[in-house]
DNA sequence: ATGAAAGCGCTAACAA
DNA sequence: TTGTTAGCGCTTTCAT
């Protein structure tokens, strides 16, 4: 195999002299620099990482922990890491729970498995003693958008951005707003929907509108699941909400489509609302809260990157503070002031 | 650190007889490995990864390139990889080229790191010089629908899929179709659409129906890009084909609502067929080519898998032949046979 | 600024 | 079956 050791002989320096060159740490002569690159160029050498890592104890490697890849807002929050980290010259190793299916191995096994600088979870939930396990690495965590204890975590306010939305809806002037949640999401992982449940709650509440059960749904947050579930609840012509407070983009297009396929008009007779600005929503000119997921993983790169060239980590003495999130609305086609006559006319 | 020598002196053996109990390797009594499999679970011990590559050369650790984790068909094939490469006890380390934003960056840096075992790379299209470059890692390659040559690849017969899809619809009985592309590709990618589109023409050409230039446009994979380009097509009530082959769901699904929107009946007036299955289909009723992308991740794998525990790689001395992944049509109700009067009667 | 040498933590001959 | 020993390829003191 092609080694340093090659690069120096060619280079005609001895071997700590071409680590020094090529790593750029330590001094070396601007003339022996070149010598060395140039020769490690012409052979094509690159070096080993492992050896590289045993050595300094440091990896260029880190790992991202998530539930799911395959939707829209981690592979989105997965971009923007990646951005930044390759930008930084780190690998990225992706731990893929598939929901719980592969969650007990990846925190027992994989995680520990030393070969990592840091690590950036995205809307897990952890208890306690999953928490210290990791913390006991010894190396820098920050999560996205979850709950893990003792750790840097980057959260946005899902009970405001819940609020947000329901007084969006409450300032055009509806008083009969629904509310689509996810929570039929595993307990292992950050119970968004149910915070965003609770703003959605605490802002009828406020504005003294009444809260039917009925008019509070359970989803899974795909449109197929949203689409399903609501349609039964827009098919009663005399009790229908005005209005619908959804808990992601996606259920809000489930409710949009059936609505449509109830022969409803959106914004006339229902206006829908959701979380995420995903790319499908202005299709249907839908009005949501922006929640900048592309920059969530940015940030936390960023904010991870920084703790690895910190001076040194004050080894879990600091308790972190949770670095807030921004969110917007953004207003389009999918909501408007409710029609003066509510119930349906048949003419 | 706690290292394996800890383990050994706690166990009361030498180290080497722990590195054997621990990794199974060599024969060790039954009653050692217990002891020292005890005394490694009581101090929480993990190997060493880095240590441990360095002195096996191989590192447990796959690398997968892919253009885009945020779109839909690469996310999910994501998911079919990283279930098998986990229960095999895989790492695995993602390269996104967002684009071609880290095309470059990846193929000349990370990927020659020599700390993966063997690559996956998803519809990537890679010339000689780089192909030769990674192949002379000496690590087993897999390339899921794209071209790279000298590397065993998975490939679905883009140019069946297309003549299957329009073949779907002239059996239907239709004469005017239209075919939307997905061309705006990047040279750097597997041309997927346009061999799709020549499966499309193809079919046209053997049952003798009109091309019209016009019924053949490019669009860009999603949803959004798809609505508006095809919406011209549909504004025309003279000339309007009666059906339409997509070359992806995504953009099949744009022009259904574009279709809606102009209010166009699907499929009494404009059958609609795309490609992929993707799970948005079902509430639209959209039939589809089915390519079971979940499963080419998964086999893509299993195959790399393979190769790595193979006796010993006949270092490209085969010329591996491509492994052809099976598609199927999936009839929903969005496509159906023309109408007797293709032509709008305005009442 | 450079070289010699020790060692990162583990595994794999080779002996015993 | 077990222990001894010599590396895996690199970095980094410590001399010079």
């Known amino acids: 195999m092609l080694g340093i050791k090659d690069v120096a002989l060619a280079a005609g320096v001895s071997q700590a002299t071409a680590s020094r060159a090529l790593s750029g740490r330590g001094s070396v002569s601007q003339s ?69 299916r592969h969650r007990k191995t990846v925190l027992n096994d994989f995680l520990l498995r030393k070969r990592l600088d840091g690590v950036i979870t995205v809307g897990l939930r952890l208890g306690d003693e999953d928490a210290t396990r990791l913390l006991s690495l010894g190396i ?31 300032s055009l002037g509806h008083k009969r707003i629904a509310h689509v949640g996810g929570e039929h999401e595993s307990k292992s992982y950050f119970q968004v929907s149910r915070s965003r449940r609770e703003g959605y709650q605490a802002a009828m509440e406020s504005a003294g509108l009444e809260q039917r059960p009925e008019w509070s749904v359970l989803s899974d947050y795909t449109v197929n699941g949203a689409y399903t579930t609501v349609k039964s609840l827009l098919g009663d012509p005399y009790n229908r909400p005005t209005a619908i407070c959804c808990a992601s983009d996606e259920m809000a297009i489930g409710v949009i489509l059936a609505a449509r396929d109830l022969g409803l008009q959106v914004p006339e007779q229902l206006s829908v609302i959701g979380v995420d600005k995903h790319p499908l929503g202005t299709v249907f000119g839908l009005t949501t809260v922006d929640q900048f997921v592309e920059d969530q993983g940015r940030r936390a790169a960023l904010t991870l990157l920084d703790a690895l060239s910190a001076p040194h980590i004050d080894d879990s003495i600091s308790l972190p503070a949770p670095i807030e999130l921004p969110v917007r609305i953004v207003a389009r086609s999918s909501t408007a002031a409710p029609s003066s006559s509510p119930n349906p006319t048949f003419h």
């Not at 045993?54 to 939707?71: F, Q």
């Not at 003792?150 to 306010?157: F, K, N, R």
């Open 32 to 100: 022996t620099r070149e010598r060395v690159r140039a020769a490690a160029a012409e052979l094509g050498f690159q070096v080993s990482y492992h050896a590289s890592s045993l050595a300094t104890g440091r990896s260029r490697n880190i790992g991202v922990v998530l539930p799911h890849v395959n939707r829209w807002y981690f592979s989105t929050v997965l971009e923007g890491l990646t951005r930044q980290l390759i930008d930084a010259g780190y690998d990225l190793t992706l731990y893929d729970f598939q929901g719980d």
């Open 140 to 170: 820098p965590f920050v999560s996205i958008g979850g709950s893990v204890p003792g750790i840097t975590s980057l959260l946005v306010d899902e009970h405001a951005i819940g609020r947000l939305a329901a007084e969006h809806l409450i």
